[in-house]
């Protein structure tokens, strides 16, 4: 059954506070070389079937309107089996 | 006959009941409604009640935002209908387009519950125009995502257009850019907020206040605004 991803970010203009909190402890604890962390959200969804441009379309306008909120955070990918398609 | 508020249920909803009893206090009738129903059973001003819909996931109001009844608060709304959202019922709002911006989790990453002054910057709203601009009032805060955020265009037409309601003074609790505490539509029937105007309607129960311990009763002003839009739109 092929699965799509769909990763969602924090657009990168805006404060991620679960991601500052990382990077704070992350340089506690010694792991000072990574300069900054930030923390999205990944959606897996398995479909019956080939995924055809409808199943892709449909998978891109959920990612818009309902699992991403658009004023404060950005689609950046979407794969399919492991193998991005173009976002926009 | 008196006003009828409506105050809508969500699963993970926390202070109907208290938005409920606020409506009471100022005597009008509150309505309970249901998230899953397209029914507002013909009341005259509806309220987004605070809590945590959906546990918050996905994103705080997301998924209540899609509720069936949604449909008819976003036409309501449309047609001029006093709504306010409080606390999780305004990060529904901004879901659900009704209010520009988002609402992203407290800069410091910790859930903060104090008595929070605020002051009034719009006063001629469905939900404020018993306060007059510029004035100070205290009102509960108690949230984990409040940070108010937007787009620098968005932030100049809100400052330009007086849709701010409400400013936080003394201090900015959650990071909320230029100190936002709430939002008015441009018609001034939607009104948002994160702060919690319904626990601040009975002296005992509301904020300190300089005056004396629990003594804020700050809030009953924005359930007296409603009911003088209501009467100015019968």
Redesign the interface.
């Known amino acids: 059954m092929p699965t799509i991803v769909v990763d969602v970010m ?1 657009k990168a203009e ?2 991620d ?2 991601g ?2 990382t990077t704070g402890a992350l340089h506690r604890l010694g792991h000072g070389s990574f300069e900054n962390v930030r923390i999205g959200k990944r959606f897996e969804f398995t479909v019956e079937g080939e995924v055809t441009d409808a199943v892709l379309a449909e998978v891109r306008k959920v990612a818009d309107e ?2 991403s ?1 658009s ?2 955070e950005d689609v950046v990918a979407i794969s399919v089996d492991g193998v991005p398609t173009e976002v926009r | 006959m008196s006003a009828r508020i409506g105050v809508i249920t969500f699963p993970g909803s926390l202070d109907d009941r208290d938005a409920q009893r606020a409506v009471r206090h100022v005597g009008a009738e509150p309505v309970a409604l249901w998230h899953g129903t397209h029914d507002l059973q013909g009341v005259d001003a509806i309220i987004l009640p605070g809590g945590f819909s959906y546990g918050d996931y996905l994103r705080p109001g997301a998924i209540a935002a899609f509720s069936p009844i949604m449909t008819e608060v976003i036409d309501a709304a449309n047609k001029g209908m006093p709504v306010l959202g409080i606390c999780n019922g305004f990060q529904m709002l901004v879901e659900s387009h009704l209010l520009p911006g988002g609402l992203i989790r407290n800069a410091h990453q910790q859930f903060i519950r104090r008595d929070q002054r605020l002051v009034v910057e719009n006063a001629s709203t469905a939900w404020t125009n018993t306060f007059e601009a510029g004035q100070e009032i205290i009102i509960p805060l108690k949230n984990g995502d409040g940070g108010y955020i937007a787009n620098d265009e968005t932030l100049k037409q809100l400052e330009g257009e007086g849709l701010i309601a409400f400013r936080y003074a003394g201090l900015n609790p959650n990071g909320s850019l230029n100190d936002i505490a709430g939002l008015s539509n441009e018609r001034g029937n939607v009104v948002g907020l994160m702060p919690h105007p319904e626990h601040a309607i009975e002296p005992g129960f509301g904020p300190n206040t300089p005056a004396a311990m629990r003594s804020g009763v700050d809030g009953l002003g924005f359930f007296e605004s409603a009911l003088n839009a209501i009467t100015a739109r019968v």
């Open positions: 924090p805006l404060l506070p679960q500052k909190a309902i699992l909120n004023v404060i």
